[in-house]
């Protein structure tokens, strides 16, 4: 498997401090130091660096010389306002190593090793996904025209600036509302004199308090075959373009990074579209806001791939506009998934997180949907032969349409259901006609991190269904009778290697279940300690015709924070309706703002997780929203309150088998003989022989750890 053949060993709290301010040179030392502000050194991209060098009070600032590769760069840094230090974008940097160094007269003072990679990618997600498809001439600029066509083999095309203003004079009725969630529909046009303002501009006013022209600088451009887009407020009739140490006079100093949802499809693609990152919300008041199509689930289902793209993006902002303050990030369902991933297994580039509609991680979801097709499958098959209330009892669920919904979505994890357009048809993989072929999947997808099957050349499937008892606590509640327990598991079927529906159960490759769990594949929440966390949980468990974003995924969420830390203190979940999601949303901003400025503002010796803890805001706590948008206050929980008499939390199948909600984690459970005990009903003797035919093996033992089931061996940040 790639990740242990091609390991790569780096330093995770070192990425932590160079973004924590305190780090910083505060006061004179008595020696040099050098800080890259924008990336990791390790992992610095596009040839240029944000550098900071501390300068010893015995020394001006004019006398130290700096050289890059043994060529002077002296001339690229400048003194910093209210520091006894130098800084500066440092260009020039060859593709691998390189040494910077300060010289002090006739000596080395300091010295740091920089590694610089092609802005095309990867740095760490390994080998890079082909076919892709370029979507550059497709993706449209906030001004209507394109990006253009591609300069080359890697998508890339060249850096646009865009300015738009908000007008006011009201939305055209045939627009669109502008902005991702959080946003109000606001009327946008192209700033065309970038000399004089437009009598119909607007004003807005930041979280700094300053009162400024709603002017806005969009740039849009490729990094990591990735589409990106940043807009942050500038008045170019005012100031000049925008520098690390000329940052815009409006920006509020922090970064939010918005994740886009999906996942069915995300594959082999550029994606050519995103949602506005203009809003009122947001950079209305003062924020960059950030976003790129790999950072969409729905166009790239890879956590590793949305980490690095990330990464390389954020580091270009810091390089054009200034490091921020800090960061956080924000976007449900599948935008969810990608900020657990990234907090938990890259400390340091998300200092705060709010995801909405949440899911712990991409697999979890698949077990849901894998169950909720063979289900439906079953239920159609069998007619009138259980009520719609006993199947909806053994799916657990809040309504049988939530069966319905999710059942179609189990497609991503077989490799012909979601390819995306774009690919022809004799690219595509076929068991008998094209077995080379492009196989599009969530797995093969993710080759790099769950391994390669050497028999097929196909990726690795953690799938497993192997000794789950569907429908046991209906059993035990009287529910259905033991010929409907026995028949559900008889003719429940599972998938087989390639994720297509199979008469026998699923067995996953044990390999990619020890790949899922040592890379922290499956979030396991230790590091998740380290960033104050807002769930936002909008209540979709009874909306008309069903849906797959079920609440209990929340405490699912929550247990495994637990579970890895021993607390869950430092998040905190909002439920409301569906209605409600967009006012949540922004009230977390709201909040996740105040948060992460007091703990920015802690300077105790504390450890990072405690301190999250202790600057939480007072007012910051479990509630859910009634119908009016009033708060209930109480601690959010599987059953019982007020909260769950308005949102109800229905299980998921494999609750219903017998798991509890901490151990959706478990992709395959260990097994243990059939033992009558655990039937509250009493089986006859042809009904245990039965189970012992379905069973061979045996039945799930929730008592014990899942197979393979491990924290992660391969810590933070270590991948090619």
């Known amino acids: 498997m790639h990740i242990y053949i091609y390991p790569r060993i780096v330093a995770a709290l070192a990425f932590v401090s160079l973004l924590t301010p305190s780090a910083l040179p505060q006061t004179p030392g008595s020696q040099f130091a050098i800080t890259i502000l924008s990336s990791r050194p390790d992992m610095v991209s596009g040839g240029d660096a944000l550098v900071e060098i501390a300068v010893p009070e015995r020394v001006a600032l ?166 990106y887009q940043f807009a942050v ?47 009122d919300a947001i950079v209305g008041r003062g924020y960059v806001e950030a976003a790129s199509t790999l950072n969409v689930a729905g166009t790239s289902c890879n956590d590793i791939v949305s980490a690095e793209v990330m990464m390389m993006i954020k580091e270009h902002i810091a390089k054009t506009v200034g490091k921020p303050e800090f960061t956080f990030g924000r976007g ?13 297994h890259y400390p340091g580039l998300l200092d705060g997180i709010i995801p909405s509609l949440t899911f712990p991680d991409v697999q979890e979801l698949a077990q849901m949907l894998i169950d909720a097709r063979l289900l439906h499958l079953y239920y159609a098959k069998i007619g009138d032969a259980l009520t719609n209330e006993q199947k909806r009892a053994i799916a657990g669920v809040a309504q049988l349409d939530d069966v319905g919904s999710s059942a179609p979505l189990a497609g991503r994890i077989n490799p012909t259901e979601y390819c995306p357009e774009g690919l022809a048809k004799d ?144 998040e905190v979940m909002i439920t409301g309706s569906n209605g409600q999601t967009r006012q949540m949303e922004e009230h977390a901003i709201e909040k996740m703002d105040e948060w992460l400025t007091a703990l920015q503002k802690d300077t105790s010796g504390e450890p990072l997780a405690k301190k999250i803890i202790h600057t939480k805001p007072a007012d910051l706590v479990d509630a859910c929203w009634d119908k009016s948008g009033q708060p209930i206050i109480e601690t959010q929980t599987f059953s019982g309150g007020k909260c769950n008499e308005l949102y109800p939390t229905a299980p998921p199948p494999r609750m219903v088998a017998g798991a509890s909600v901490a151990q959706s984690n478990i992709l395959k459970c260990q097994l243990k003989p059939i033992d009558p005990a655990d039937y509250k009903v009493k089986l006859t003797t042809e009904e245990k022989a039965r189970l012992e035919k379905i069973f061979p093996e045996g039945v799930c033992d929730w008592s014990k750890p899942g197979v393979e089931q491990q924290p992660p061996t391969i810590g933070p940040w270590h991948w090619f």
């Open 427 to 570: 690219q595509i993989y076929d068991a008998k006609k094209n077995p080379k072929g492009v196989r599009c999947d969530l797995y093969d997808h993710n080759i790099n991190y769950y391994g390669k099957d050497p028999e097929t050349g196909y990726a690795r499937h953690p799938i497993d269904n192997t000794g789950v008892q569907y429908g046991l606590e209906t059993l035990n509640a009287g529910i259905i009778t033991p010929e409907q327990f026995i028949e559900l598991n008889e003719k429940i079927g599972g998938y087989d290697s390639d994720g297509y529906v199979s008469p026998h159960r699923a067995v996953a490759d044990p390999l990619a279940l020890r790949a899922a769990y040592q890379n922290d594949l499956i979030t396991y929440g230790k590091n998740l300690s380290l960033v104050p966390i807002i769930d936002v949980r909008p209540y979709r468990d009874k909306l008309p015709n069903g849906d797959n974003h079920l609440k209990y995924h929340s405490f699912s969420y929550r247990a495994r924070l637990e579970q890895a830390n021993g607390t869950y203190a430092n």
């Open 62 to 227: 004019n006398k130290p010389k700096v050289s890059l590769n043994g060529q002077d760069a002296t001339s690229a840094l400048h003194p910093k306002v209210g520091y006894h230090a130098l800084v500066g974008l440092i260009g020039g940097l060859k593709l691998g190593d390189n040494s910077l160094e300060v010289h002090d007269g006739n000596k080395i003072a300091a010295k740091a090793e920089l590694k610089n990679f092609p802005i095309t990618g990867p740095i760490f997600a390994g080998p890079q996904e082909h076919p892709f498809l370029c979507q550059t001439d497709k993706f449209k600029l906030p001004d209507g025209k394109t990006l253009g066509e591609p300069t080359d083999a890697n998508c890339s095309a060249k850096t646009v600036v865009t300015y738009m203003y908000k007008s006011t004079e009201p939305k055209p009725a045939s627009s669109g509302p502008a902005g991702g969630p959080g946003a109000s529909a606001i009327n946008l046009k192209p700033l065309t004199n970038l000399k004089a303002l437009p009598a119909d501009v607007a004003m807005t006013t930041t979280t700094a308090g300053k009162t400024v022209p709603f002017i806005v600088r969009v740039e849009t451009g490729t990094i990591d075959r990735s589409i």
């Open 233 to 279: 407020l500038s008045d170019p009739t005012k100031e000049s373009a925008p520098t690390p140490l000329a940052p815009p006079k409006a920006w509020n100093g922090r970064l939010l990074y918005s994740f886009g949802g999906g996942c069915a499809g995300g594959w082999y693609l550029q994606g050519d579209r995103l949602g506005s990152v203009i809003s």
């Open 332 to 344: 449900g369902s599948g935008g969810s998934y990608q900020q657990n991933q990234i907090a938990d």
